[in-house]
């Protein structure tokens, strides 16, 4: 009896211990090589990864690493997965049944931000349909207790997010959103979400505080019902579960795939935001939110890397952790 209590002491704070992830995006001409970027995870004691490019190479890195992955569906792939069953096989085959059990598989994302209201509309219909073939050839490996099949979705889809209880899909995201929920509902899987309060602030400053989105507010600034918000990374989470629980996704998980703040290239973007806005969200996601007390907030920080060849806002090449170099650019522990 004592020797089993012992064990379970030893072996609890480990189970309960579960580090946060860091996205692994590869948009850069001076980066590390694959295998330099897994030995730098593990030697930060960071236990996950999401990857978007199917780098074999990292794949191939990840062999016997332990680290738990996100491997993303490319968009430009949505759509010969979801007209062609034998493709899906075949992408399951080449990335995940090559590497399968050397990489520990978590979630497949099928697409990434799939938006009918931005440049990705194109995308809309391929989405569940690629869900739907990826799953089967999950489903015909054995796979599908072990390798989820998910989207990673953003708070672009919800509207009314103010207050939280009001979050919604907008008229035309949820026509396209319901079905995927139910898909998730129905194969226990979750919702995968990047949540950014960096991009609610820059876009609202006015009647957004600056501390409200760094998690330093000194106190409640919103009342929603029973709900007290002190940070809007808690609120725009809410707000995406708000809008899951109207098309019947109660009880869906829903897992932060990014979020993260840039250091340099537009507004309230500094090393000192960055730094406080990431160390305050590493330790705010070991409990829950509002809405759903308790449990830790399974995250994914944008990203490892600073990528000098991310298209668009200039703050996009100033999301890294890390400097090319591997020297990391603020002082956090991941774990
Ligand atoms: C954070 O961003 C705000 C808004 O742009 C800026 O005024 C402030 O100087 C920044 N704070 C630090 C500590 O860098």
């Avoid at 979801?82 to 096989?89: I, L, N, Q």
């Avoid at 992408?91 to 990434?112: A, E, L, M, T």
């Avoid at 035309?172 to 991009?199: C, D, K």
Wanted: proline residues 6%; hydrophobic residues 40%; negative net charge.
């Amino acid at each position: 009896m004592v020797s089993i209590l012992l064990l379970l002491g030893l072996l609890l704070p480990a189970i309960g211990a579960q580090s946060v992830g860091v996205c692994n995006g590869r948009l850069g001409d001076n980066l590390p090589s694959e295998q330099e970027v897994v030995d730098l995870y593990r030697a930060n004691g960071i236990g996950r990864m999401r990857i978007y490019d199917l780098n074999q190479a990292t794949l191939q890195a990840l062999r016997g690493s332990n680290i738990e992955l996100i491997l993303d569906v490319p968009n430009s792939d949505l759509q010969t997965l979801a007209s062609d069953a034998s493709a899906a096989t075949q992408w399951v085959q080449n990335n995940v049944r090559n590497y399968f059990p050397d990489v520990k598989f978590r979630y497949i994302s099928v697409g990434n931000e799939v938006d009918p209201n931005s440049g990705t509309a194109q995308f809309v219909p391929f989405v569940l349909p690629a869900m739907q073939n990826i799953y089967k050839a999950i489903a015909a490996a054995g796979l599908q207790d072990q390798i989820k099949v998910s989207t990673a979705t953003y708070s672009a889809l919800v509207s009314d997010s103010y207050p939280p209880s009001q979050g919604n899909f907008k008229d035309n995201a949820r026509s396209f959103m319901e079905p995927i929920i139910g898909f998730l509902v129905n194969n226990r899987s979750p919702l995968l979400a990047n949540i950014y309060p960096y991009f609610g602030y820059i876009g609202d400053p006015v009647n957004i505080q600056l501390p409200y989105a760094l998690f330093t507010a000194p106190g409640v600034v919103v009342e929603d019902n029973s709900y007290q918000y002190s940070n809007l990374f808690d609120a725009m989470l809410d707000a995406m579960y708000s809008a899951v629980e109207k098309v019947g996704g109660q009880g869906l998980e829903i897992v932060v795939s990014e979020s993260g703040w840039p250091s340099e290239g537009g507004n309230a973007a500094t090393m000192d935001n960055a730094s406080t806005y990431y160390r305050n969200l590493i330790n705010h996601v070991k409990g829950g939110t509002p809405k759903k007390p308790g449990n830790a907030i399974e995250t994914y920080l944008f990203a490892m890397f600073d990528e000098n060849l991310k298209p668009n806002a200039e703050t996009e090449k100033h999301f890294g952790l890390f400097y090319p170099n591997k020297q990391p650019k603020y002082q956090v522990t991941f774990n």
